[in-house]
């Protein structure tokens, strides 16, 4: 099985502190990857080294390689010409809280498509419809799609990100604590999506919750003050006191 | 100091805020007063149809302001025309589109030019500019309306970009992270996202700078060229009720001209008053809509 996403000596520093140092790791295509740690971790960063989100911030310099299996071969994110927009177009990404645009919901569904990839008229209906269906969203907002996407509850605005992320076809997914800010029933709709969807994509969710990590996680990456201290595949040896002795010491 | 002092500082601070605040309605409606006040003698059928003329020959008795009237709203306009879109380039330069150094470098040089005083965009203007204009298209003397409308867009420039700044600053952080994750060039997100969504910011800077162009004396007065006439061309001179009310109350002091003053003044004043009754219902209008 090919590897997903492959991070070499990733080194990544804000106004010259290291928030994280020498990560090396792989995850695999039809794998849902879980980076576990504590809070000030560098657990995010890591996520947003993938997509190169973290050159939006302020003094931020990233150093090491990290290399993406597309359908089409190899991405090298960090080369020179790779262009971060048309990366973070085939590499998804859902926020800790939901970051709806200030739009409709049907605009917030319709308008990355014709700006990412050139989709308008019926096709990006098409696909926009597919996709709230896919999430749970249709039923609940096909007789408002004129309304405010502000409008929704946190539960049904995390899922109208999702499906807006799930509508560009992207070919990795990360997820930031996507079910840190919604209820429960919301949170175990959008991790029963996450497991249906990692047939499809690679999936890399930063997590919290253990009871969460231990439904969701295929492989653990754990990340201790900027470094990767230890990592658990559901196939290895021992796997389940593994994961109970490796997390134990983190949540 | 002791803690009780600091608690108890808040009710004198209002007492002084509120004064103030009397005050300063008090000082814009006794001007108000005054203007009215000195333009009585203005209100009698043959003089109002003089003043309410195009022309201004104080000698042969014609005291027609509507000329200047024109020249201002003619220049303000036009500078608005000018400055507006280049402001809005310069605000997307700023907010993405340009690289983060040169966006530092154009912003800071944009508050800068805010305590450059008007004359000296003014002399600047006369040496370079109006030499300059003379030189390049052959047209008269180079004091003009196209002077002023180049002066005077230099002049409201840093109102409408820092105007335009503001609210992309309330705007701009809210899909800075969502645009860029989803893909969308800083171009795009400008566009689709941040001016969308900044009208009454639009609004608000043209309306300002429009109050800031009708109400400069120091452009118009230097550049262009001050003949109270109507232009034909971008070319010709004009003159400014501002630049007007300059040059006439330095001269006379008793005759039916200087009275005219009053009425350039009260004009001018019932502008400005509109301009901010505009931005008020405005905010009024943003509040109630959130």
Same mark, same amino acid.
């Given at each position: 099985m090919t590897a997903a996403v492959s991070i070499k000596n990733l080194r990544v520093t804000f106004n010259g502190a290291a928030?994280?140092?020498d990560i090396t790791c792989k995850t695999r295509c039809g794998e849902l990857t879980v980076i576990v740690g504590r809070s000030g971790s560098g657990k995010s960063t890591l996520l947003r080294a993938v997509n190169r989100?973290?050159?939006?911030?302020?003094?931020c310099s990233t150093t090491g390689v990290v290399r993406l299996s597309l359908h089409d071969g190899q991405l090298?994110?960090? %080369?020179?010409?790779?262009?971060p927009e048309r990366l973070r177009g085939r590499v998804g990404m859902v926020f &800790? =809280?939901?970051?709806?645009?200030?739009? =409709?919901i049907e605009r917030n569904m319709l308008l990355p498509q014709r700006l990412v990839r050139g989709i308008t008229g019926r096709a990006a209906e098409e696909i926009m419809r597919r996709m709230l269906r896919r999430v749970g969203l249709f039923d609940e907002v096909c007789d408002r799609m004129?309304? &405010?996407? %502000?409008?929704? =509850?946190g539960g049904q605005q995390q899922r109208l990100c999702l499906a807006r992320a799930l509508a560009l076809e992207p070919e990795v997914l990360l997820l930031d604590?996507?079910? %840190?800010?919604?209820d429960y029933q919301s949170a175990r709709r959008i991790e029963d999506l996450l497991l249906s969807l990692k047939d499809e994509l690679s999936l890399l969710v930063v997590s919290h919750s253990l009871p969460q990590t231990r439904r969701l996680a295929d492989r653990v990456l754990l990340i201790r003050e900027g470094r990767l201290t230890g990592q658990w595949h559901?196939? &290895?040896?021992?796997a389940d006191a593994a994961f109970e002795k490796m997390l134990s010491t983190t949540f | 100091m002791s803690a009780g002092s600091h608690i108890s500082s808040p009710i004198p601070a209002r007492i002084v805020i509120a004064v103030s605040a009397w005050i300063s309605a008090a000082v814009v409606l006794s001007i108000f007063l005054f203007l009215a006040w000195f333009c009585?003698?203005?209100?009698?059928t043959t003089v109002l149809s003089s003043l309410l003329s195009?022309?201004?020959?104080p000698f042969q008795g014609d005291f027609g302001i509507l000329s200047m009237l024109t020249g201002s709203l003619l220049l303000a306009s036009s500078s608005m025309l000018l400055a507006f879109p280049v402001g809005m380039g310069i605000c997307c330069f700023v907010h993405g589109v340009g690289p983060p150094g040169p966006a530092r470098l154009v912003l800071w040089t944009i508050k800068l030019m805010t305590s450059v005083p008007t004359v000296v965009y003014g002399f600047v203007a006369v040496f370079v500019l109006v030499p300059l204009l003379r030189d390049v298209f052959?047209?008269?003397?180079?004091?003009s309306l196209l002077a002023a409308i180049l002066g005077l867009a230099v002049l409201v420039l840093p109102t409408v970009v820092l105007m335009l700044h503001s609210q992309f600053l309330t705007i701009e952080p809210q899909v800075r992270l969502t645009a860029a994750a989803l893909g969308m060039a800083p171009s795009q997100k400008l566009l689709h996202l941040v001016i969308p969504a900044s009208g009454r910011g639009f609004l608000a800077a043209a309306i300002l700078g429009l109050g800031r162009a009708l109400g400069d004396t120091m452009i118009p007065l230097m550049l262009?060229?001050?003949?109270a006439q109507l232009p034909g061309s971008v070319f010709d001179s004009i003159r400014t009720m501002t630049a007007h009310i300059a040059l006439v109350v330095a001269t006379d002091s008793r005759s039916l001209a200087y009275l005219s003053l009053f009425a350039c003044g009260l004009l001018l004043f019932m502008t400005t008053a509109l301009i901010n009754l505009g931005l008020r219902m405005l905010a009024g209008n943003r509040e109630n809509g959130s």
């Open positions: 928030v994280l140092e989100l973290n050159e939006c911030f302020p003094g090298a994110v960090y %080369a020179d010409g790779t262009c &800790q =809280s939901p970051n709806v645009l200030p739009l =409709s004129d309304a &405010q996407a %502000a409008t929704l =509850s604590e996507p079910t %840190a800010s919604v559901r196939g &290895q040896a021992n | 009585r003698p203005l209100l009698d195009w022309d201004w020959r052959r047209e008269g003397s180079g004091f262009a060229g001050n003949a």
